[in-house]
């Protein structure tokens, strides 16, 4: 690895930069952060003063002019990704983009050309393929605990029967809604699971009675592979205190997880990379193993494992910039994952399931 840190510059300083990226940039020792795009910095929302000595920058245009920067993180709105990354790529700076990767596949599918025109690294924020949960069972499947697997469920339910005013996420736009907010999450999951799925059958639209806008906050996902059916499923009606994340079910045994990952939380509520509590579950939240043997069913709880968080994201792409292994999700993966929600979206307005 290099001993000179890379320097990176984010764009955006809303939500996703404060508590997805610049925590993570800041516990690597190979990347420095160094320059923020703010467009209207406020006296108790200025990036410069939270973080002393960067660069402050009021456009993307001028940032990427800068030859100091090495690294251009986007972290806007979905339907700006393809115009800011364009920016960034063709001045020559490698690139992560928040998800969704792009509004279309079209789109993401330009990007990646444009990349390797430019011979620049382009990668997709698709953090929670380091939730502790989905590490854990990645490993129960890996390693044969569940046998031939051939029904997983997937699930971000909430209750939220109203919307969320003043948020670019209950907006109508492309890129929108919560099949391409929480589900790219959840497909990219499957996806990195099991490749490419033959058929999808999707449900898309809105749970909630009052909904002027149209915007749809719910879907129900049906992917189907040879002998699997996967359900990737999140909602805003449901009235549960605990709320089901996984249910896994193959022939030698079965895994069901409730509640989310901790570290969104944990971000939220101001624990960082370092702490000796960060990325750590409570025991009450781990999830059930239950095994089937000798004709007999046993369950047991199962401890989250603890080896991983969303640091280990910005550590893979330091060392792809050092020249040390590829990016942390190849843009390939995240083009194909829009891909499968586009279909998704086919598939509920014509009411019928699709070829893959």
Do not use: C
Not at 188 to 196: I, R, T
Not at 199 to 224: A, K, M, W, Y
Request: glycine content about 8%.
């Amino acid at each position: 690895m290099t001993s000179k840190p890379f320097n990176v510059g984010v764009i955006g300083y809303g939500f996703s930069a404060k508590i997805f990226h610049i925590p993570f940039i800041n516990a690597v020792p190979e990347l420095k952060l160094y320059a923020v795009v703010q467009r209207t910095p406020k006296m108790d929302d200025d990036a410069e003063n939270d973080f002393p000595g960067i660069k402050s920058y009021r456009s993307t245009e001028d940032m990427v002019k800068d030859p100091a920067v090495d690294a251009v993180v986007v972290t806007t709105t979905p339907d700006s990704h393809l115009a800011l990354a364009k920016l960034a790529i063709e001045a020559g700076k490698h690139v992560i983009v928040e998800k969704p990767f792009t509004p279309t596949h079209e789109e993401a599918e330009e990007l990646i050309a444009l990349a390797k025109k430019n011979n620049v690294l382009l990668t997709v924020y698709q953090n929670r393929r380091w939730d502790a949960d989905y590490v854990t069972l990645t490993n129960l499947i890996k390693n044969g605990s569940l046998g031939r697997v051939v029904e997983f469920e997937t699930h971000f339910d909430r209750h939220r029967p109203e919307a969320k005013a003043g948020t670019w996420k209950s907006q109508v736009m492309p890129g929108g809604g919560a099949i391409f907010d929480l589900g790219t999450h959840l497909t990219d999951q499957v996806f990195h699971l099991f490749g490419s799925p033959k058929r999808v059958t999707g449900f898309i639209g809105s749970q909630r009675e009052i909904n002027p806008s149209e915007f749809e906050d719910s879907f129900t996902v049906l992917l189907h592979y040879d002998g699997l059916m996967v359900t990737a499923k999140a909602g805003v009606i449901s009235p549960e205190e605990n709320q089901l994340r996984f249910w896994v079910r193959g022939e030698k045994g079965s895994f069901k997880k409730y509640h989310l990952d901790v570290q969104e939380d944990q971000l939220k509520e101001g624990v960082r990379p370092g702490n000796s509590i960060y990325g750590k579950e409570p025991r009450d939240k781990y999830g059930v193993l239950t095994s089937y043997k000798d004709g007999k069913l046993s369950s047991q709880v199962l401890p989250t494992m603890e080896s991983v968080t969303y640091v280990d994201f910005y550590r893979t792409f330091a060392k792809a910039l050092a020249g040390e292994g590829e990016v942390p999700v190849s843009p390939t993966d995240a083009s194909a994952v829009i891909r499968l929600i586009e279909l998704a979206k086919e598939s509920s307005r014509l009411g019928k399931t699709l070829d893959v």
